[in-house]
T-cell receptor, first 114, second 110 residues
Framework: AQKITQTQPGMFVQEKEAVTLDCTYDTSDPSYGLFWYKQPSSGEMIFLIYQGSYDQQNATEGRYSLNFQKARKSANLVISASQLGDSAMYFCAMNWAGSYQLTFGKGTKLSVIP | DAEITQSPRHKITETGRQVTLACHQTWNHNNMFWYRQDLGHGLRLIHYSYGVQDTNKGEVSDGYSVSRSNTEDLPLTLESAASSQTSVYFC?????????FGPGTRLTVL
């Protein structure tokens, strides 16, 4: 069975600094997708970034990048130049070949300090 | 613009009552999902559908049912609401890797 682990329940980062949110996963399937979502205090789930298991390059979307280390089964989210609006819960999730449903980690609460 | 909506956004009900949460998407996605979010558990899959007349159980399906009579809608029914079903419920739809979530429904079972 697929499993996602986010070991940091909460993190603090100074405004304008970079921060890395950890995510490790466990699957025996060679084909899978990895996702990161942001959930601000308003509650909506906002898609941030996607990485496929066969993608050669690390995914990037603006200030978000995914540090994909396949051999270590890690898919860490890097946020560069943190902003106060980045304060939120962040969820790592994955799916696997032949399926579209997501398995989520328990999330990391990021707080950006002015 | 295409969107995914949920109704109601908030609901309070009593133990034992039947409750239906609506989910409607205009993306024309074949795949639709229901998740529940509880503190300490992240989001967990309740049911999902890959097309009309197709429904499948997820990780936490006991006490819930869904039906898919058209592409746009996947209503979630709690047959006999229990206090353990107090949660925030998210509907999602996808076509390939693009996945979009509704705004969520906060359900309280007293």
């Amino acid at each position: 069975a697929q499993k996602i682990t986010q070991t940091q329940p909460g993190m603090f980062v100074q405004e304008k600094e970079a921060v890395t949110l950890d995510c490790t996963y466990d699957t025996s399937d060679p084909s899978y997708g990895l996702f990161w979502y942001k959930q601000p205090s308003s509650g909506e789930m906002i898609f941030l970034i996607y990485q496929g298991s066969y993608d050669q390059q690390n995914a990037t979307e603006g200030r978000y990048s995914l540090n994909f280390q396949k051999a270590r089964k890690s898919a860490n989210l890097v946020i560069s130049a943190s902003q106060l609006g980045d304060s939120a819960m962040y969820f790592c999730a994955m799916n696997w070949a032949g399926s579209y449903q997501l398995t989520f980690g328990k999330g990391t609460k990021l707080s950006v300090i002015p | 613009d295409a969107e995914i909506t949920q109704s109601p956004r908030h609901k309070i009900t009593e133990t034992g009552r039947q409750v239906t949460l609506a989910c409607h998407q205009t993306w024309n996605h074949n795949n639709m999902f229901w998740y529940r979010q509880d503190l300490g558990h992240g989001l967990r899959l309740i049911h999902y559908s890959y097309g009309v007349q197709d429904t499948n159980k997820g990780e936490v399906s006991d006490g819930y049912s869904v039906s898919r009579s058209n592409t746009e809608d996947l209503p979630l029914t709690l047959e006999s609401a229990a206090s353990s079903q107090t949660s925030v419920y998210f509907c999602a739809s996808s076509d390939g890797q693009a996945k979009f979530f509704g705004p969520g429904t906060r359900l309280t079972v007293l």
